[in-house]
């Protein structure tokens, strides 16, 4: 909350009675993204040796119920796509200049769906080291020579 909401003596109980409203009313503050004609569907598998697909022998999140994350976050941090995100709700969040909503996930959920795509936490951490390893190989290209557009047909004048 900004400044006006801490030292205004109406900022967080209205905030409560908005909440309270909402909710009485039937009303969600979670919002879904339109589903594509067939349905969402599971994120592709990303099969990798590391991967684990039995979800019982996959370790318990250290994550907290009600956390939540940016989407750009998610999609960085899980390794996921906006195809994959479809299907979880998320809620609308006004960044810090004050503009431009954005999506905010639930953690718990993100990163469950990550562990669909990958195969558990140990896929998740073999995709990611991956991901690190082919961005620190790639080989800058060297030795090219400037290019010069038209520089051989120019007569004089």
């Given at each position: 909350?900004?400044?006006?909401?801490?030292?205004?003596?109406?900022?967080a109980r209205a905030?409560?009675?908005e909440d309270?409203?909402?909710?009485?009313m039937g009303w969600n503050k979670w919002y879904k993204d339109p589903q594509p004609a067939g349905g969402a569907h599971e994120p592709a598998r990303v099969e990798r040796p590391e991967a684990e697909w039995d979800e019982n022998k996959w370790r318990k999140?250290?994550?907290?119920?009600?956390?939540?994350?940016?989407k750009g976050k998610a999609?960085?941090?899980?390794?996921?796509?906006?195809?994959?995100?479809l299907p979880l709700s998320y809620q609308k969040e006004m960044n810090s200049r004050g503009f431009n909503n954005m999506k905010m996930y639930r953690k718990r959920e993100v990163e469950?769906?990550?562990w669909?795509?990958?195969?558990?936490?140990n896929g998740l951490k073999a995709a990611k080291e991956a991901k690190k390893s082919v961005k620190t190989a790639?080989?800058?290209?060297?030795?090219?020579?400037?290019?010069?557009?038209g520089a051989g047909d120019r007569t004089n004048q």
């Open positions: 909350m900004g400044w006006f909401d801490d030292n205004h003596p109406m900022g905030q409560e009675e309270d409203a909402i909710e009485s999140t250290n994550l907290q119920d009600g956390d939540t994350m940016a999609k960085t941090m899980y390794l996921l796509t906006d195809k994959d995100l469950r769906l990550s669909k795509k990958y195969g558990g936490p790639s080989p800058k290209v060297s030795g090219s020579p400037p290019c010069s557009f």
